[in-house]
């Protein structure tokens, strides 16, 4: 528990996640809720079989892309520490979306009008501070100026949510 907590701290810009060595089982876990959290917010959008294939294909986007920037900073034994940095912020995220789903229903049940734009303005929040926290991750793992971070940032975004929803609309 408490390594958790250390690696949710750098959700908050707290604590560096390269003082930070996660044992296997904590890797694996931390993969394991990535899945079946994504499932269940995919799941809940859209049909659950085209959100498990979404997430599928975002989970294997997120490691590739991991490995690719590994490989060309010439840093893979930072492998398991880089991506279970990202998966855990990415997991506290992605936990706020559920609960951002269940405010949507409970906001459509209660039949409140401005229901579209809470909904909107707490998925660009997300996406905002997502980026942030990967922007954060990546400037310190590989002392990135803070614009450069941001780009990677975006780009880890673009391929590990984008691609993956543009090729289940083909």
């Known amino acids: 528990m408490n390594l958790l907590l250390k690696y949710l701290s750098s959700c908050w810009f707290l604590n ?3 003082e930070l060595t996660p044992p296997k089982s904590f890797m694996w876990k931390n993969v394991t809720f990535y899945f079946i959290s994504g499932c269940i917010v995919e799941g809940l959008i859209a049909d659950p079989a085209d ?3 979404e997430v599928t294909g975002r989970t294997i986007m997120a490691f590739s892309s991991v490995a690719l920037l ?3 900073e010439k840093q893979w034994p930072r492998f398991s520490q880089l991506y279970t940095s990202i998966f855990v912020c990415e997991n506290f995220i992605m936990t706020l979306a559920v609960a ?3 405010l949507d229903f409970w906001l459509v049940m ?3 009008p401005y229901r579209e734009e809470v909904g909107i303005g707490i998925a660009v ?3 905002i501070w997502y980026i942030a926290i990967v922007s954060y991750i990546f ?12 780009a990677f940032a975006f780009s880890y975004f673009v391929m590990t ?3 993956p929803m543009l090729l289940m609309d083909i």
């Open 16 to 18: 560096d996640p390269t």
């Open 51 to 53: 959100g498990t294939l």
């Open 70 to 72: 590994l490989l060309k």
């Open 100 to 102: 951002a789903e269940g």
């Open 110 to 112: 209660k039949h409140y």
């Open 125 to 127: 929040f997300l996406v």
């Open 139 to 150: 400037r310190r793992f590989f002392t990135y100026p803070t614009g450069t971070s941001v």
């Open 161 to 163: 949510y984008g691609i």
